[in-house]
């Protein structure tokens, strides 16, 4: 049976840099016998299936089956959306993916990145900042409540998505929920945001992948800023996250051991 390999995320831990990879890779990938499937979207140099997620999302089977058909090679498959994270608290929405990817003659592995170091809340709430043209934007103290009350963040439903976010965040809760379905066909690694090639040679270590001298990995853009008041406010958001981040979850929730 052909392995469909489905890389849920979660938010904040490379997604982007990872798609940028697998998309920068793709001929290498085929040689290899990896096929991957993007979706002609705003994403651009990356791939990125949210469209599938939506799909999985509905349980609409019929776009789920035509959005495999477009495979067309005999070959395993790389699917990734950090949107599949959303279904973390959700064992029944985790069946579902497993079951229908078997259904359609995939064995789906699961491959998960984790976080837990102190800035941890603070890059959530600066990648909604980031969106405020666009969304209605919690203020730090609402954003906080949210996630002390539910250990979940799910941001404002607008016109540009399809649906709100879920941010699923305890490590320990999401790992149980998909270990439970999947087993040993789950993977989780932890995402050291100081590292960005460990990101990529963990991935291409889970395909069984041996020869990464034939991958490139994507050079990381460090952009200067000028400081300006939205800095300064940005340093009080970092402290104050920081400093609760701490008191609502416990040590266990984001450190897996």
């Known amino acids: 049976m052909r392995r469909c390999f489905i890389h849920i995320g979660n938010f904040k831990t490379g997604s982007t840099s990872l798609q940028s990879f697998l998309y920068l890779n793709r001929t290498a990938l085929k040689r290899v ?3 991957l499937i993007n979706e002609r979207n705003y994403f651009k140099n990356t791939i990125h299936n949210q469209y ?33 994270s959303c279904f973390s608290y959700d064992t029944e929405k985790i069946q579902y993916l497993k079951k229908t990817i078997s259904k359609l003659g995939f064995r789906p592995i699961i491959i998960f990145y984790y976080r837990s170091d102190k800035s941890y809340l603070y890059s959530l709430y600066a990648q909604q900042m980031t969106q405020r043209k666009k969304i209605d934007l919690d203020n730090v103290f609402e954003f906080k409540n949210k996630i002390e009350k539910h250990h979940y963040y799910v941001n404002k439903k607008n016109k540009y998505y ?18 439970k379905v999947f087993k040993k066909d789950f993977f989780y690694i932890y995402f050291n ?13 889970i395909l069984g992948i041996k020869n990464v001298f034939d991958f490139e990995f994507p050079t990381k853009k460090n952009i200067t800023r000028r400081i300006k008041f939205w800095n300064f406010k940005r340093i009080f958001y970092y402290m104050y996250l920081n400093y609760y981040q701490d008191k609502i979850f416990k040590k266990d929730e984001l450190k897996i051991e």
């Not at 799909?55 to 949107?83: A, G």
């Open 33 to 35: 016998k990896f096929e």
């Open 52 to 84: 599938l997620y939506k799909y999985f999302e509905k349980k609409n089977f019929k776009k789920i089956k035509n959005y495999f058909s477009k495979v067309k090679t005999k070959t395993d498959l790389i699917i990734s959306s950090e949107f599949f």
């Open 162 to 179: 399809f649906m709100s976010q879920k941010y699923n965040l305890n490590n320990k809760k999401i790992i149980k929920n998909w270990i």
């Open 193 to 205: 945001k100081d590292n960005n090639e460990k990101l990529f040679l963990d991935f291409l270590k």
